[in-house]
């Protein structure tokens, strides 16, 4: 059974800081991995989506890396401001689009 | 930019009721997804569905839910006889295709059994 994990739990950065977030998952045999943005009390967000030939992508100021055979994830922020805090999400996409989630990074960016 | 639309945005109800979760999937959109979120734990997949038919459904997906595609606009979670432990936000998704697509959520239902 698929397990995802996102280290680290929370996250408190001064503005401007690059910071990384990690993903790992235990099954190597996934089709894609998404990354997502979560809001308090709202909804889920992608961000970027990696499919399992890739090994990154970027949007904007954001780049999420994907080691299949090693089971792990970044994303990588650059220049970090306060509009950027929220909880991320790593999601595992296996077969029939089915996401296995993990329990987020808790990012607060502070002005 | 086209969006999945979820009704209501909260709902509180008795336990023992019956309760339904409205979902409007992106039109050109052919599979969908309920996905739940227990607060402070993580986002769950419940049921996938497709071709009118349900595809793949979790352990968590018993008899008290189903789910139905009435009018071909529409994607329906029914919960027969809510628990307290039904309460959670429910997260509706749709994707064009299976496999490599990325799937786009709604803003979620939060449903809250007294």
């Known amino acids: 059974k698929q397990e995802v994990t996102q280290i680290p739990a929370a996250l408190s950065v001064p503005e401007g800081e690059n910071l990384v977030l990690n993903c790992s998952f235990t099954?190597?045999?996934?089709?894609?991995l998404q990354w997502f943005r979560q809001d308090p009390g709202k909804g889920l967000t992608s961000l970027l989506l990696i499919q399992s030939s890739q090994r990154e992508q970027t949007s904007g100021r954001l780049n999420a890396s994907l080691d299949k055979s090693s089971g792990r994830s970044t994303l990588y922020i650059a220049a970090s401001q306060p509009g950027d805090s929220a909880t991320y999400l790593c999601a595992v996409g296996e077969y029939g689009n089915k996401l296995v989630f993990g329990a987020g990074t808790i990012l607060r960016v502070k002005s | 930019e086209p969006e999945v639309t979820q009704t209501p945005s909260h709902q509180v109800t008795q336990m023992g009721q019956e309760v339904i979760l409205r979902c409007v999937p992106i039109?050109?959109?052919?599979?969908f997804y309920w996905y739940r979120q227990i607060l402070g734990q993580k986002v769950e997949f419940l049921v996938s569905?497709?071709?009118?038919?349900?595809?793949?459904k979790s352990e968590i997906f018993d008899d008290q839910f189903s789910v139905e595609r009435p009018d071909g606009s529409n994607f329906t979670l029914k919960i027969r006889s809510t628990k307290l432990e039904d309460s959670a936000m429910y997260f509706c998704a749709s994707a064009f295709q299976s496999g490599a697509n990325v799937l786009t959520f709604g803003a979620g239902s939060r449903l809250t059994v007294l």
């Open positions: 039109s050109n959109h052919l599979y």
């Open positions: 099954d190597s045999a996934i089709y894609n």
């Open positions: 569905f497709y071709n009118n038919e349900i595809s793949e």
